[in-house]
Structure formats: C-alpha cells, structure tokens
C-alpha cells in the first residue's frame, strides 16, 4: 500500500482519498465546497467480541466505546459510512462533541496525530446501496490513530460511489 496501487485498478484521484494520510472529513468538504456534517447512527459500548472489526482492533486497550456514523453533507447527500472503536476511558477526551466529525473535535483539540493506513476493501454490500442511493463497488479503509505513541483509535471508513462526480471514475488508465 505504500507504493500505492496500479492507476487501472484505482485512479490516481481515488488513492489521495484512501491512502493519503489527510483528513477525509476536510478532503470531503473540499471536494463538495459544503460543511461535511455527521449523523450518529449509534455509539456504546462494545466488548471483545466485536463483529466485524478488523484484527488491529487489538492495538487499541479495551474496553471499547464504537460509534457508527454516516459522512455527509450539509445539504444531506451521504459520502462515507465509518465506524470508530476509541478506548472507552479516553472517548470522552477526544470526542467532546460527539455530533461533529472527528477531524472536527481533534482539530478543535490541535490534535497532532499519526495515521497509519492498515488495510484497504473492494467489495459490494446491498446495505449500502441501499444507504447510499449508489450502486457499488465499494472502496473503504481502515487505519489507526496515533497520539503520544499509542493508538487512541482504529476507523473503518467506505465511501460513497457518488464521489465520483468530483473525483472522477473510480478505475483509471494506466499511464
């Protein structure tokens, strides 16, 4: 991943979204020129036995607060479903506002951060079709968080196909 992946199998436009190390929340507001806002879906506690998370939940101590959100824009369009596992004694600390975005409460804070891409998914879901208005392929990632040399938090992030009217298609050709 830190090369990168050939242009045919993802663009160029599409990997500075996935596996660029900025803020996705920013680069969405960037991109759509409106404030990105958050509808939590959920947000509790959770145990070990978390269905669904990937393996590097394990760096993050347990127990775990997991907050659900949809990713979209002030005048309502989803760009990006993403859940967060925070350890549930320091959620509070770095999520003072759990109604904005994360890159918004950690901004607010002067967070610095490290951000450490774990993985990448291609794949299709129904659930998210059907969220989404947008038929898939879907891309999605999920990555760490790292303060003070300790992960705070692991994200799981899918983004919306949509995006593709300010990014381009999603496949590009090889250069």
Aim: glycine share 8%; no cysteine.
């Amino acid at each position: 991943m830190q090369r990168g992946l050939p242009h045919q199998q993802l663009s160029p436009t599409w990997q500075v979204l996935l596996l660029g190390d900025g803020s996705p929340t920013r680069h969405l507001q960037l991109l759509t020129g409106e404030p990105t806002e958050v509808d939590v879906i959920d947000m509790s506690l959770v145990d070990q036995e978390v269905a669904g998370a990937p393996e590097q939940l394990q760096a993050v101590p347990g127990p775990w607060i997991r907050r659900q959100v949809w990713l979209r824009t002030a005048s309502g369009q989803r760009l990006a479903y993403a859940t967060s596992w925070w350890e549930a004694s320091h959620v509070d600390e770095y999520l003072q506002n759990r109604s904005l975005p994360v890159w918004s409460n950690l901004a607010r804070l002067r967070t610095e951060l490290y951000r450490d891409i774990q993985g990448i998914q291609y794949g299709n879901s129904v659930p998210l079709e059907l969220a989404f208005d947008q038929r898939g392929p879907f891309w999605g990632r999920h990555y760490l968080f790292w303060h003070h040399g300790r992960p705070i938090t692991l994200i799981h992030e899918v983004f919306s196909p949509y995006l593709a009217k300010y990014l381009g298609p999603m496949q590009g050709q090889a250069l």
